[in-house]
């Protein structure tokens, strides 16, 4: 509990334990070091610019491939991925347009998700083909306002 703990004071943008100051960051590479095995502490320290953990230095997309080969379920990091411009995944590589399929599969609600595919050209979704214009609506759609 003390990781997931440590992961959520960091998404709160950091805190204090013990009378001393921790960043964001540095709450994610707490969190890691009690639990290298917690995904969503990988992909918010990769929202988060990346960081060192265990001695060694994970960039931001290296953050998001270790989130995803921990849980390849994990939508939001397949977005983020896709932001990235992709990556490999056990093996297979991605692209940002596979990464924003991916995501879309898992989460059809994500509207930046959509946004992201629209603006990488679009590409099918759940069996159908969407194109710029049609991910850039569904955004709009899903963010009425």
Do not use: M
Not at 43 to 58: D, E, P, R, S, Y
Not at 69 to 90: C, K, R, V
Not at 105 to 122: C, E, K, R
Not at 128 to 140: H, K, M, Y
């Amino acid at each position: 509990q003390d990781a997931k703990a440590w992961n959520c004071l960091g998404v709160e943008g950091g805190g204090e334990d013990g009378g001393r100051a921790f960043n964001r960051i540095a709450c994610f590479q707490r969190a890691l070091a009690l639990d290298p095995q917690l995904a969503h502490a990988w992909h918010n320290l990769g929202k988060a610019g990346g960081g060192k953990v265990g001695g060694q230095t994970f960039s931001e997309i290296d953050c998001f491939l270790r989130a995803l080969n921990l849980d390849p379920q994990y939508a939001s990091a397949w977005h983020n991925l896709g932001g990235t411009g992709g990556g490999e995944i056990g093996g297979q590589a991605f692209s940002k347009i596979a990464c924003y399929q991916r995501a879309l599969a898992l989460d059809p609600q994500d509207a930046t998700a959509w946004n992201n595919l629209g603006l990488a050209g679009g590409g099918e979704v759940g069996g159908q083909a969407f194109s710029r214009i049609d991910c850039f609506q569904r955004t709009l759609a899903l963010h009425p306002q």
